[in-house]
C-alpha cells in the first residue's frame, strides 16, 4: 500500500474513533426517538441553504402522512435551461436513486448501484470494476452504451476506452449524495458516447454549518472500510468539503492474497456570489481491485448447474498465490513483471471546475472544466480452455511437441512446486486442467474536457423557449501495451502452475517443454498510441406551449479526430518451446490520422394533464463515433507478412454506429404510489463484433469480426408503493424482445467459408424478462428499517448463435438500519442469502459469436459472487 493511503488510512481511522467516542458522550443520555420519516434515515445529511435540489431532498424526507410527490423532484440531468425542471416535467425516463436507498443498498461497486435501474442488464460479477451494462437492447460491453458523469461532467470522455471502462475510474463514497440515471432520450444530445443513456453521480454541497459523516465497514471476507465526509464554511462565503475512503479485503473470492486494497481522497472548495457561483474539485484515487474472471462449472445429471467437483463455486477462483506473480520471457529477452495481486490498479488525478454566471438580460453561462491524469493496470488471470488432461495430450499440437523429444512415448503433466507429484485422471475429483492466459495491460490517459453552455429564456405570447446553445471540446491521449502468456494449471480454488514433461516408456522424465508452468511465451502482443479530439456544438429548446403541455428538442453535431500509431507484431524464436513463438514488435508502424462526424437530434413531448400524472413521447436518432479504442488492436491478426492485405482489408476502417430511440411513458404519483410506466423501441445499426477465440495449435487468439443491427422492443415499470406508515414496497421490471437483424457473417471452416446466419437470434447476455421488488418494513418510529431484495432474471445467451444458455436465477439479499440515537446508525447487510449460482456470463474466449463451449456439459462461467455479510456504524454530526 502506497505511504500515502497509510497516512491517509491512519487519519480516517483516527478521525472516525473520534467521532464514534464523540457521538457516545453526546448521547450516552439521550434516547430521544428519531422522528417519524418514511424513505428517508432520521441522519440525513441537512439540505444545504440555496441548493437547488432543496426540494427534492425535503420531499424524500416528509412523514408518509404529508410525503410530497414523488414528480416534483427536481432533476438536473439530460437537460439544460435557465429554470429548474421537475420529474413531472421530464419529457424522458429518468431513475433517481436518494441517498436512503444507496444507504439501504450498500452497492459495492457503480454497476450494482444501478440493479434497480428498469431497463438496464447490470453485470457486477467481475468485481469492484470491470462491470458491464446492456441498456435497452443495445449489445455493447462494459460502458459503451452509456456514459459516466460526476456532478454533470464525463468521468471520461469514452467511458468503453478499450480496457478502461469508466466504472474502474470512478469509486462511490460518502462524498456522493445520489445518482440519476437517464435511459435513452436527451442523453445523446448533451453527452457525447452516451446513446442509451448518462449515469450521473450527484456530489454533496456543503451547506451554511459543518456537517459531516464517518463511517467504519466490517465484512466476513477480511474488509475493513473507513468512510468521511467532512463540510464547513471557511469564511469569505467559501465552503469546503472534504472526504474520501480507505479499504482492504481479501475478496469474496480469494486467491490467497489482498485482492482489494487502497481508496481516494477529495477536497472541494465553492463560493456563491450575487450572480453565480464557482467551485473547484480535486480528487485523488489510488485503489486496486481483483478482476475476478470466470470458474469451472459443471451440468450434473439433475439438470442443476454447479462447481466441478473440488471447485467452490460461490468463493473460489483459479487465480492464487502460484499465479500471482510470473516473470515473462519477452521477445527481446527481458522480463514482464506480471503482478496479479495488482488486479485492476489505477492511479488517478482529476482536478475540476464549474463556473455558473448570470449575465444581463437573461443569459444564463455555464462552464464545467475537467482534466485528468490516469494511469492504468489491468492483470487478469485468464481461463481460455477447460479440459481432461486426456483431452489435452490428445491435441495434434501437443502430440507435436512431445514427439520433438528424442525417446519420448508420451507426456505427463507434473506440479511445478513438486515436481515428482503427477497430475492424474482424478486429480482433485474432477481430473480436469486448464490452459489460462495471464494478461497485462498498460494504458496511461491523460484527458481534457470542457462543456460550455449558453443559456436564454424568451417569453411571449404567453409562451416561453428556454434555449440552450452549447459547445464541447474532449481530447485525450493515450497509450496502450499488452503483454500475455499461456500457463497450465490444474482445476481447483487457487489453482496449481502444471509442467508438461515429455517421458519414456518406463514414465521416466527426459525434458520439461514448459517453462515452470509456462505454455506460451508471447501469444498476445500490442504496442499503441494515439490522441482523440472530439468538438461538438449542441442546441436544445424547452417550448412550454401551455400550463400542461411542453415540447422539448435537440440536436448535436460531433466530430472526432483520431491519430496515432500501431507497431505491427513478428514472430521470434528463442530456443526453447516455451520461446519458440514469441510475438513481438517488429519496429513496423502503420499511421493513422482520420475524422468522422455526425448529427443526430431528439424530440419530444410532455402532457401534464393532472397534477399526479402524465405521458410523455421520443424520439431520438443518435451514434456513437469511433475512438482510439478502434484503432489499439485493430491489427491484432497481422504481422509484417501479411501487412498490405490488413491495410486494404475494406472492414479495417471503424465505422460510425447509428441508432433509432422511441419511448412512451406513463407517470403517476400520490402521497401513498408512485408508478412510471414505459414503452420503448431501440434499433441499432452496425454494431461491429471482434471476437477472440482462443486456439491452443497454433498458440494464439484469433479474431473473428462480424457487423449487425439489433431490434428490440420493451416495457419498463417502476413503481413505489407506500400503504402504511410502517410498510412499503419498491418495483423495477423489464419486459423486452431484444433480437439481432442482419447479423450474418462468413467463416472459414476446414478451408472453406460457411455463412453464419444469426438473424431474429436473442442478445447475447440480456435476458427477455427481470425484475426486481424490495419489500421494506420501518418500526419503532423509523429508527428501525428491514428490507429485502429479491431479484429474477430470465434465461439469456452466451454466444449470438444462442448456441450456450444462462438459465434464469433469483437472488435474494437483506439489510437493516437501526439509529440507536439522532446521528449514530448502525447497518448491516446480508448480499446473496441464498447462495444463487446464477450466471452472468459464459467464457467469452471460448467466443461470443459461436461458442466452442456448445454441447459440453463442462464449460467455464462466471456465476454470482457467494453469499457475504457486512456491518457499518455511521455517525452524522
Request: aromatic share 12%; charged share 20%.
Amino acid at each position: 500500500m502506497p505511504s500515502s493511503y497509510r497516512q491517509l488510512s491512519r487519519a480516517i481511522r483516527i478521525a472516525l474513533a473520534a467521532s464514534l467516542l464523540a457521538a457516545a458522550q453526546a448521547h450516552a443520555q439521550d434516547a430521544t426517538p428519531a422522528a417519524a420519516q418514511t424513505g428517508q434515515n432520521a441522519s440525513a445529511a441537512p439540505v444545504a441553504a440555496g441548493d437547488p435540489t432543496a426540494a427534492s431532498a425535503m420531499a424524500s424526507e416528509a412523514a408518509t402522512a404529508g410525503r410530497a410527490v414523488d414528480l416534483d423532484k427536481v432533476v438536473v440531468t439530460g437537460r439544460s435551461g435557465t429554470r429548474q425542471r421537475s420529474k413531472a416535467e421530464t419529457s424522458y425516463s429518468i431513475t433517481a436513486i436518494d441517498e436512503d436507498r444507496l444507504r439501504m443498498q450498500a452497492p459495492t461497486s457503480v454497476t450494482e448501484a444501478l440493479k434497480s435501474v428498469p431497463g438496464f442488464w447490470v453485470e457486477a460479477t467481475g468485481g469492484e470494476a470491470s462491470g458491464n451494462i446492456r441498456a435497452r437492447g443495445i449489445p455493447v460491453d462494459g460502458f459503451g452504451s452509456v456514459t459516466l458523469l460526476e456532478d454533470g461532467i464525463p468521468v471520461q470522455h469514452d467511458p468503453a476506452l478499450g480496457y478502461l471502462n469508466g466504472d474502474q475510474a470512478f469509486r462511490l463514497d460518502e462524498t456522493i449524495e445520489r445518482i440519476e440515471v437517464v435511459r435513452g432520450g436527451p442523453a445523446s444530445v448533451f453527452y457525447s458516447n452516451a446513446p442509451a443513456g448518462a449515469i450521473n453521480f450527484i456530489p454533496r454541497v456543503v451547506g451554511d454549518t459543518a456537517e459531516g459523516a464517518a463511517k467504519i465497514t466490517w465484512g466476513d471476507y477480511g474488509l475493513a472500510r473507513y468512510d468521511l465526509f467532512f463540510g464547513t464554511p471557511i469564511g469569505g462565503g467559501w465552503k469546503l468539503g472534504l472526504g474520501g475512503f480507505y479499504r482492504s479485503d481479501d475478496g469474496i473470492r480469494d486467491p490467497g492474497y489482498p485482492a482489494n486494497d487502497g481508496g481516494q481522497y477529495r477536497i472541494n472548495l465553492s463560493r456563491a456570489f450575487e450572480h453565480g457561483n464557482l467551485s473547484f474539485d480535486y480528487k485523488r484515487v489510488d485503489d486496486r481491485v481483483a478482476l475476478y474472471l470466470g470458474v469451472p462449472m459443471r451440468t450434473y445429471a439433475d439438470g442443476k448447474i454447479r462447481g466441478v467437483p473440488g471447485f467452490d463455486d460461490n468463493h473460489g477462483t483459479l487465480a492464487g498465490p502460484e499465479t500471482r506473480r510470473v516473470p515473462m520471457i519477452q521477445g527481446d529477452g527481458s522480463l514482464y513483471d506480471f503482478d496479479n495481486a495488482l488486479g485492476t490498479q489505477v492511479k488517478r488525478d482529476q482536478y475540476s471546475v464549474k463556473f455558473d454566471y448570470e449575465f444581463g438580460g437573461g443569459f444564463k453561462l455555464a462552464q464545467a472544466l475537467r482534466y485528468s491524469k490516469t494511469e492504468t493496470q489491468r492483470n487478469g488471470v485468464f481461463p481460455l480452455t477447460l479440459q481432461s488432461g486426456d483431452k489435452f495430450f490428445a491435441d495434434a499440437a501437443v502430440k507435436k511437441l512431445i514427439a520433438s523429444v528424442p525417446g519420448a512415448v508420451g507426456g505427463q503433466l507434473r506440479y511445478v512446486d513438486a515436481p515428482d507429484q503427477v497430475f492424474g485422471p482424478n486429480q482433485n475429483g474432477n481430473g480436469l486442467m486448464t490452459i489460462g492466459g495471464l494478461r497485462g495491460v498498460t494504458m496511461p490517459v491523460n484527458e481534457l474536457i470542457s462543456d460550455t453552455r449558453l443559456m436564454r429564456r424568451f417569453d411571449f405570447g404567453g409562451q416561453s423557449h428556454d434555449v440552450t446553445v452549447g459547445y464541447y471540446f474532449a481530447r485525450f491521449d493515450q497509450d496502450f501495451d499488452r503483454y500475455s502468456s499461456n500457463v497450465l494449471t490444474d482445476v481447483r480454488d487457487n489453482a496449481r502452475l502444471l509442467n508438461l514433461v515429455a517421458v519414456n516408456a518406463a514414465g521416466q522424465p527426459l525434458k520439461t517443454l514448459t517453462d515452470n508452468g509456462v505454455y506460451r511465451y508471447g501469444y498476445e502482443w500490442e504496442n499503441a498510441s494515439g490522441r482523440s479530439t472530439t468538438q461538438a456544438v449542441y442546441v436544445s429548446d424547452e417550448w412550454q406551449v401551455t400550463d400542461k403541455l411542453r415540447i422539448d428538442a435537440g440536436a448535436r453535431w460531433e466530430q472526432v479526430h483520431t491519430q496515432g500509431w500501431t507497431e505491427i507484431r513478428k514472430q521470434v524464436n528463442l530456443g526453447t518451446p516455451a520461446t519458440s513463438a514469441i510475438l513481438t514488435g517488429s519496429g513496423v508502424f502503420v499511421d493513422y490520422d482520420e475524422k468522422f462526424d455526425k448529427i443526430g437530434w431528439t424530440v419530444g413531448a410532455n402532457w401534464q394533464f393532472d397534477p399526479h400524472q402524465g405521458v410523455f413521447a421520443r424520439w431520438t436518432p443518435a451514434f456513437r463515433l469511433p475512438s482510439l479504442s478502434s484503432y489499439i488492436t485493430k491489427f491484432s491478426n497481422c504481422d509484417v507478412a501479411k501487412l498490405q492485405a490488413c491495410l486494404n482489408d475494406p472492414n479495417a476502417r471503424p465505422i460510425t454506429q447509428t441508432m433509432d430511440l422511441g419511448e412512451v411513458g406513463y407517470k403517476f404519483s400520490n402521497e401513498s404510489f408512485d408508478l412510471f410506466a414505459t414503452l420503448f423501441y431501440t434499433k441499432y445499426d452496425n454494431v461491429g463484433f471482434s471476437n477472440y477465440v482462443f486456439n491452443l495449435g497454433n498458440g494464439a487468439s484469433t479474431v473473428q469480426q462480424g457487423f449487425a443491427d439489433t431490434k428490440t422492443t420493451g416495457l419498463e415499470l417502476e413503481g413505489y408503493w407506500t400503504p402504511t406508515r410502517w410498510f412499503d414496497l419498491q418495483l423495477t421490471a423489464t419486459v423486452q424482445d431484444p433480437k439481432y437483424k442482419g447479423l450474418r457473417y462468413t467463416e472459414l471452416v476446414n478451408g472453406a467459408p460457411v455463412l453464419r446466419d444469426f438473424v431474429d437470434n436473442q442478445l447475447i447476455r440480456v435476458p427477455k424478462n427481470s425484475f426486481r421488488v424490495v419489500p421494506g418494513l420501518n418500526l419503532l418510529d423509523d429508527r428501525l428499517r428491514l428490507q429485502v431484495a429479491y431479484e429474477y432474471q430470465g434465461e439469456r445467451f452466451v454466444d449470438t448463435a444462442n448456441s450456450v444458455k444462462l438459465p434464469s436465477y433469483h437472488v435474494i439479499n437483506a439489510s437493516a438500519r437501526y439509529e440507536f440515537v439522532p446521528g449514530l446508525t448502525l447497518f448491516l447487510y446480508a448480499d446473496n442469502l441464498t447462495n444463487s449460482r446464477g450466471l452472468t456470463e459464459g467464457n467469452p474466449r471460448a467466443g461470443e459469436l459461436q461458442s466452442a463451449d456448445a454441447g459440453n456439459n463442462t464449460f467455464i462461467a462466471r456465476p454470482l459472487l457467494g453469499r457475504a455479510f457486512r456491518a457499518a456504524l455511521m455517525y452524522r454530526f
